[in-house]
């Protein structure tokens, strides 16, 4: 006798298949786009200044680290100052270099930085390099297999990871643990040039010397011990490091791992204490309706 479901189970398995799929989908589409943070919706009112204790010291303990004193930022605008600053910067280490980056593509900017890393890493300096997987364009190639064939430790942050919009886009380079650079500027071949030319990008880099330098190497450290579980520790990281300048600065972190809603916060409390004048430079800065 003919089994009556034999013609039917194909199509009962493959709709099995496809709402699991479906629901697969939707999870991940779910996990990107609808974390379910709640924000800030109110108003900030301050009847402080900028200048103010109560500022830098509400700053500190809502951001969390404190405002640093006693630093020297240096800024550099666009490739053509920005790239050199950071490879002599590299060349110059002694002890240890950190380096977390979210743009690396193929071209002579990468192969350059590559170069430099592993000359220094070959000459005993510890050189510790957190790349974005979903940032890097050349993964296997020969800048990356070079940085792979040497002393360079060499991660990939979130190589294989459900959440592809949870990325890191710190870009931070930290010399000995006192020389620290910042900013927006990617390793790649579009940053090259003054900026002004069709095709290539305008961006700001800092240097910073002081006592900040610390809550950068601690930024760092946060992600790559996702990536390699192993503590960098002692002086050669966390060096005493003498006041450079007279300026305040404050390095903190936001992700959605870790107050991803700080940067806002920083934002819309500096908005609210200003006094005088309001200078914004940001590539991303879309103002809701609290700005």
């Known amino acids: 006798m003919e089994n009556p479901f034999r013609s039917r189970s194909p199509s009962w398995l493959k709709l099995l298949g496809s709402a699991a799929l479906g629901g697969f989908a939707t999870l991940v589409v779910a996990r990107n786009f609808f974390p379910g943070e709640k924000k800030i919706g109110q108003p900030i009112r301050a009847d402080y200044g900028p200048d103010s204790d109560t500022f830098l010291r509400t700053m500190g303990q809502l951001l969390g680290p404190p405002v640093a004193e006693g630093n020297q930022v240096t800024a550099y605008q666009n490739g053509d100052a920005i790239f050199p600053a950071m490879l002599e910067g590299i060349r110059s280490a002694r002890r240890t270099i950190t380096f977390e980056n979210f743009l690396f593509r193929k071209g002579e ?11 220094r890493a070959r000459a005993g300096v510890k050189v510790h390099f957190l790349q974005d997987a979903l940032g ?3 993964l296997w190639g020969d800048s990356m ?14 190589y294989m990871h459900l959440a592809f919009n949870f990325r890191t886009h710190r870009k931070l380079l930290v010399i000995d643990g006192q020389t620290g650079y910042i900013g927006g500027t990617g390793i790649a071949d579009d940053w090259l040039g003054d900026g002004r030319l069709r095709g290539f990008w305008r961006d700001s880099h800092y240097r910073v010397d002081g006592p900040a330098v610390g809550q950068m190497q601690q930024a760092f450290m946060d ?8 503590l960098l520790h002692g ?5 005493k490091i003498p006041e450079a300048g007279k300026q305040k ?6 992700s959605a791992g870790e107050g991803s ?9 500096s908005l609210a204490v200003a006094r005088k004048h309001i200078r914004i430079a940001n590539a991303y800065f879309i103002p809701d309706k609290l700005c």
């Open 109 to 119: 900017v990468s192969d350059a930085f590559a170069h430099a890393l592993v000359e």
């Open 136 to 138: 890097c364009d050349c």
């Open 235 to 239: 002086d050669a990281y966390f060096p």
């Open 249 to 254: 600065c404050q390095v903190f972190k936001s």
């Open 261 to 269: 809603d700080s940067a806002r916060v920083m934002l819309l409390l």
């Open 223 to 230: 992600n790559w011990l996702q990536t390699r579980a192993v």
């Open 145 to 158: 297999n070079l940085l792979r064939r040497s002393p360079v430790e060499l991660e990939i942050f979130r």
